[in-house]
């Protein structure tokens, strides 16, 4: 690994090497395409129903699950090797997609068995006869690929392996190369079975200081998806002093990053990230008396297999209490958190006002007479294409008219707007699952190009009071409550007086 700090990459790692050749002729013909039968495109097909019909273990009868022997280890290393000689993207996804539809659950025996649960119930069997009918139900609720995956997740490097694969499932979903109910199927049972072998009794909270090795160093670097690190000197002030930084590794993927927490340690809630990524003089010991306070201001994962896998919730509790073990006199936990899509959803609210000239349900009079004065245009469409070249942050006077309107319309997006009753934006979702208090929005705090574009410069503190989280959490989960500040409570107010929507 080189020692110099590659270019920001916020992608996913790929777990494990590809193969570009395999000794078997059916997993070469995969990788290649190329194999003797009835025209160039079947080919492929059969190669993959014949990997797929070996590879895939047959579902033992219910009496003798327990003394069926395991699938043979070669047959499922052949699968791993196939399956990574096969270019990612669409040939990839037609392999799962195969692998979904024709190696799911056996449709018969469920009706057969599901007839009999009720003819248990309808007779008033004895409850033993019942709990059996309904255990051999359950048997055969079980897909014959969930087999496949429970092997693979025992052989040596087969969790990196499923952790890959599901990664391609999630991007074969996302750019429709693969579809229909029983892709969606597969891919929620892979989740469900990875959130087992990923609980936390299987991971490893490790810290990343300058001594670490410098591959872990480059991954860390690598995966940061929140503010980029811009290079190597950057990078030693994100581990350095009055910075921690932490990762979850699996005992099965030792030295792996899998979920990472930047924390900054400080004497009150930030308010501007610039502060806490911008170069500062070096020191050589922290002041103890300087550290009230800890400021979670970046959380990225690295393995888009892990996707809906929850470890940022459990990352985030390992690392209070091990900040509480390294400084007790620390009482305040709080994020210094984005606020993606809020731009996005201005901008389509903007949209929305254009197709009726003259509307404003959006600013006040006052508001449109000053941005009218700077601009010589108050209308709806010059603010959105002020918002799409990012203009506006250029013009002082600019900003400062455009303030206590964004605030309070970034307060109503992340208070008020919704999806299914929760929290429309996911990182606002985040932080209310976790029992956090939206506590502070606030103005400029990133100036970045990645920050205006995203959410005009705004960003948001999520307060965690320790005593409260877990009844937080429940009412929200529960009840759909927000847990908000005063500030934050009266911004929504204003939103709710001056805009119409």
């Not at 090497?17 to 013909?29: E, F, Q």
């Not at 273990?57 to 003394?67: A, M, Q, S």
């Not at 892709?183 to 892979?190: A, F, K, S």
Request: positive net charge; glycine residues 6%; proline residues 6%.
């Amino acid at each position: 690994m080189s020692r110099r700090l590659g270019p920001f990459v916020a992608s996913t790692h790929l777990l494990g090497r590809p193969w570009v050749l395999l000794w078997r002729p059916s997993s070469v013909s995969i990788a290649t395409g190329a194999c003797a039968g009835p025209g160039p495109a079947a080919a492929p097909t059969l190669a993959m129903e014949e990997l797929l019909s070996r590879s895939v273990p047959p579902l033992p009868p219910y009496e003798t699950r327990e003394k069926a022997p395991p699938p043979a280890e070669l047959r499922s290393v052949e699968f791993m090797r196939s399956y990574r000689a096969l270019e990612p993207g669409p040939r990839r996804a037609e392999l799962l997609a195969r692998l979904a539809r024709d190696f799911g659950v056996d449709h018969g025996r469920v009706a057969e068995f599901s007839a009999k649960v009720l003819q248990a119930r309808e007779q008033q069997r004895e409850p033993g006869a019942l709990l059996q009918a309904e255990d051999r139900l359950r048997y055969y609720l079980s897909p014959r690929y969930r087999g496949l995956f429970q092997h693979l997740g025992r052989l040596e490097g087969g969790l990196r392996f499923l952790v890959e694969l599901r990664g391609d499932l999630v991007e074969a979903l996302a750019a429709r190369h693969a579809e229909g109910p029983h892709i969606r199927e597969m891919n929620g049972m892979l989740k469900n079975m990875l959130s087992e072998w990923f609980s936390t009794g299987f991971l490893n909270l490790e810290r990343v200081t300058w001594q670490s090795p410098c591959e872990v160093l480059q991954k860390i670097s690598d995966s940061e998806a929140v503010h980029p690190v811009r290079n190597w000197v950057d990078m030693k002030r994100r581990v350095g002093l009055y910075r921690r930084c932490y990762f979850f590794a699996h005992c099965a993927i030792p030295g792996e990053p899998l979920i990472i927490l930047h924390v900054a340690l400080t004497n009150e809630i930030s308010s501007s990230i610039q502060a806490i990524v911008k170069e500062v003089p070096p020191q050589e010991t922290e002041d103890m008396n300087k550290i009230t306070t800890a400021i979670f201001y970046s959380i990225s994962s690295t393995q888009q297999g892990l996707q809906g896998v929850e470890l940022g919730t459990y990352l985030i509790k390992r690392v209070v209490k091990e900040l509480q073990g390294e400084f007790p006199q620390v009482e305040v936990f709080s994020s210094l958190s984005p606020i993606p899509g809020f731009t996005k959803w201005l901008i389509g609210l903007l949209s929305s006002q254009t197709k009726e000239q003259g509307r404003n349900e959006l600013f006040t009079d006052a508001e449109c007479r000053e941005i009218s004065e700077i601009t010589g245009d108050p209308s709806a469409e010059m603010l959105k294409r002020l918002l799409t070249n990012n203009e506006w942050a250029r013009s002082e006077r600019l900003v400062k008219a455009l303030h206590s309107p964004f605030m309070r319309l970034c307060a109503w997006y992340l208070y008020g707007e919704k999806h299914r009753g929760y929290a429309l934006n996911p990182v606002a979702n985040f932080h209310l699952q976790n029992g956090a208090v939206m506590w502070r929005i606030n103005w400029m705090a990133d100036t970045s190009p990645r920050g205006i574009t995203a959410s005009c410069g705004m960003m948001v503190n999520y307060r965690y009071f320790l005593e409260d989280t877990a009844s937080n959490s429940a009412g929200y989960l529960g009840t759909k409550h927000i847990k908000a500040s005063e500030q934050v409570l009266s911004l929504v107010s204003q939103f709710q007086q001056n805009s119409k929507l």
